[in-house]
C-alpha cells in the first residue's frame, strides 16, 4: 500500500497471461471505513489499449451496502444493493445495470433481484 496525502491506497499490480494484459487495482477507504473507491486499468500489450473501471460503495449500516460500478469501455454502469438484515437468515440484492450507450436509459436498464438464504 502507498500513502496518499490522509489516504492509504491498496495497489494490486497483476499480469493476465491469456489476455496479455497488464492489470493494476487500486482501493482506498474513506470516511472512516463506511465508503470505499476503486479504480481499475488494463492494459493490453498487444493492441496498446486500455480498459478502466471505476467503483465505488458505502456500508450504509450492519449488513446494508450500496455499490456502483462504471465501465466506460463497456458502456455500464452497475448499481447494487445488498441487504442482509431485511430477512433473518436471507440475503437480498437488488442489482440494476446501465447501458449507457443506448439513447433510451430506462428502456436500456436491466433490473435483478436475488434472494439467497442459508439452511
Known amino acids: 500500500s ?15 497471461g491469456q489476455a496479455k494484459a497488464a ?4 482501493m482506498s ?6 465508503d470505499r473507491i ?5 492494459y ?4 496498446g489499449s486500455a480498459a478502466y473501471e471505476l467503483g465505488y460503495s ?4 450492519d449488513g446494508k451496502e450500496v455499490s456502483a460500478t462504471f465501465s466506460p469501455n463497456d458502456n455500464e454502469l452497475e448499481v447494487q444493493y445488498v441487504d442482509s438484515k431485511f430477512e433473518n437468515g436471507a440475503t ?3 442489482k440494476a445495470t446501465v447501458d449507457t450507450s443506448d439513447r433510451n ?5 436491466k433490473v435483478t433481484l436475488k434472494r439467497a438464504w442459508s439452511w
Do not use: C
Open 58 to 61: 458505502r456500508s450504509l449500516e
Open 105 to 109: 436509459i430506462l428502456e436500456a436498464t
Open 92 to 94: 437480498w440484492t437488488a
Open 29 to 34: 477507504a474513506l470516511g472512516g471505513n463506511k
Open 2 to 16: 502507498v500513502d496518499v496525502a490522509d489516504y492509504k491506497v491498496d495497489l494490486r499490480p497483476s499480469w493476465l
Open 23 to 26: 492489470r493494476v487495482k487500486m
Open 38 to 42: 476503486s479504480a481499475q486499468v488494463d
Open 44 to 47: 493490453n500489450t498487444d493492441a
